[in-house]
């Protein structure tokens, strides 16, 4: 196979002052599934495509687990070299994307691993009637700040995620700065939607708490 193609690096989310939404496709734009298979044939172009819309979510996802902006430039770097050699493998009964960030979340839990960081405790998943149960909560505490106005400036986000389990700060981060769906969260976690509801609701509930406390609110 020829050479990985070049990647140039953006900037990694740490710094960045909200959600950055895709690069929007231009009308008649080819769509993914025909750009992976035209890189299946080696097309080196439509592989940099591919990367270029989608290497910012990238980011977004290492920089959701990884705290030094070196490891999130890094890992984005070894993910696309590993998503080019392992593309004729991919057999699109998953979406592109889906497939792309499920590579970057396992090559950070392997750096965080090979660091010795403390081992993330994974929850079940929770069955549709406990999910329901906790979820229920929810809507009977509408007193609590916005969460969503709270992660606007990323600065301030990195400051109430502190002391969330690892899991817990990158599914936030997915879905109140990056705009990811639960499904896609799910898909890419290995999870049910289910659990990463309830998850995301408890670890909501701690950033309020952790608010109220500091008389933010």
Known sequence: MPRVPKVEPLEPPAG????????????????????????????????????????????????????????????????????????????????????????????CWDLLRKKKVRPLVYESDLSEEQAKQVIAAEGKDSGGPDISDRLEARQRVERLLEGLDERDRLMLILK??????????????????????????????RIVNKVRKRGEG
């Open 16 to 107: 960045s002052s909200g959600a950055k939404p895709p690069v929007a496709k231009a009308p008649g734009a080819v769509d993914d599934r025909e750009l992976v298979r035209r890189a299946q044939r080696e097309d080196q172009e439509a592989f940099e495509e591919l990367i270029r819309r989608h290497q910012h979510r990238v980011f977004a996802v290492a920089g959701g687990i990884l705290r030094r902006r070196e490891d999130v430039e890094d890992i984005a770097q070894q993910v696309f070299v590993k998503a080019y050699f392992s593309l004729k493998r991919f057999d699109q009964r998953a979406a592109f994307s889906t497939w792309l960030y499920k590579i970057t979340v396992n090559e």
């Open 176 to 205: 109140e700065v990056e705009g990811f769906a639960v499904e896609e969260i799910a898909q890419v976690l290995d999870l049910n939607a289910n659990t990463v509801k309830v998850r995301l609701f408890r670890a909501r509930r």
